[in-house]
């Protein structure tokens, strides 16, 4: 029988460089998509999908992240004051019960595995989920929550996938496959950010992993890989010199890179016109935007 995945790893322990000089004061995973924090798409993701332990990989500079998930008395006894119910729920989904969330430091950026090999201590011998929070995905159903339920037929460890073009697959790691069912692909090697022209295919891997506890264990066995870091991909391609599985799985729905410039504004433009409440009035406001700069041409 198949364990339950109920903890989950967010790394966030990165400077947001890409983000100055907002990421200065702000952390990077506070930054607004809408009207709501990228971290708080990530955490509702991990609800979707059955998680109950929150597992933070921080930095120096991250309370705000930690004050986030905090109860706020003054502010909800205000609004409950002024009548303004609708707010208090909204304010309800950023709160987190005392214990639900463990805050681990990572001091050196040592790259994403080591990232989340910090957390090891808490994850015991449990199956585990890890979300990277500048993934962010537009689903029916949330992506976790299509990984949970494809993970209890395979076991095994899991990670997310899209396809990319050839030109970008020097930025992710890449999975070789030997035979797909449906959504879900076995893979026989992995490899993480290929240079241009080697990768074994078009199969990236994205910011979702549901790991094997025994993934944890590999980091004393794998020497510092890609950009001189220890990478995750390579403790997980580790499994499968030993024998055990990994699996890829094309998630349904769509991927945005907030961790770039254009990956957000992209995402903003996305998530506002797919809210009822703002659709209409930004709807017109593009088109009056793109009918004036054809004017201009």
């Known amino acids: 029988m198949k364990r339950k995945v109920t903890k989950a790893i967010f790394p966030v322990a990165g400077q947001g460089t890409r983000f100055l000089p ?3 004061s702000v952390p990077k995973e ?7 924090p990228l971290i708080q798409y990530a955490i509702d993701e991990a609800r979707a999908a059955g998680i109950e332990d929150f597992i933070f990989v921080t930095s120096r500079g991250k309370s705000a992240l930690e004050d986030y998930f905090d109860h706020a008395p003054d502010l909800e006894s205000s609004l409950r004051d ?24 990572q001091h050196k950026p040592l790259g ?20 990277l929070p500048d993934d962010v995905i537009a689903a029916e159903k949330p992506c976790l929550k299509q990984m949970v339920e494809a993970y209890q037929e395979t076991g095994g460890s899991m990670v997310a996938t899209m396809e990319v073009s050839p ?10 496959v030997s035979n797909q069912d449906g959504a879900i692909s076995s893979v026989k090697a992995m490899v993480e950010k290929p240079p241009q022209g080697t990768a074994p295919s078009n199969l990236a891997v ?27 991909t390579d403790a997980i391609a580790h499994e499968l010199t ?3 599985e990994v699996f890829g799985y094309r998630f349904d729905g769509q991927r945005f890179d907030c961790g770039s410039k254009a990956g957000f504004l992209q995402a903003t ?6 809210r009822p409440d703002l659709r209409e009035e930004f709807a017109a406001f593009l088109t009056q935007l793109s009918a004036q700069k054809q004017a201009a041409q």
């Not at 030109?167 to 070789?176: F, H, N, R």
């Open 112 to 131: 994403l595995g080591h990232a989340v090999s910090c957390a090891r201590k808490l994850i015991g011998d449990e199956p585990f989920a890890v979300i």
């Open 22 to 24: 907002a990421t200065k």
């Open 30 to 36: 506070i930054m607004t998509l809408v009207d709501r």
């Open 242 to 244: 030993v024998g055990r």
């Open 82 to 105: 002024a009548g303004k119910t609708n707010l208090l729920e909204v304010l309800q989904d950023t709160n987190m019960d005392s214990g639900a969330i463990a805050y681990i430091r």
């Open 167 to 176: 030109e970008q697959t020097s930025s992710y790691g890449v999975l070789d």
């Open 206 to 232: 994205i910011g979702r992993y549901i790991l094997s506890p025994k993934v944890l264990q590999n980091f004393s066995k794998i020497n510092r890989g890609a950009g001189g870091e220890f990478q995750l």
């Open 269 to 274: 433009v996305a998530f506002a016109l797919a």
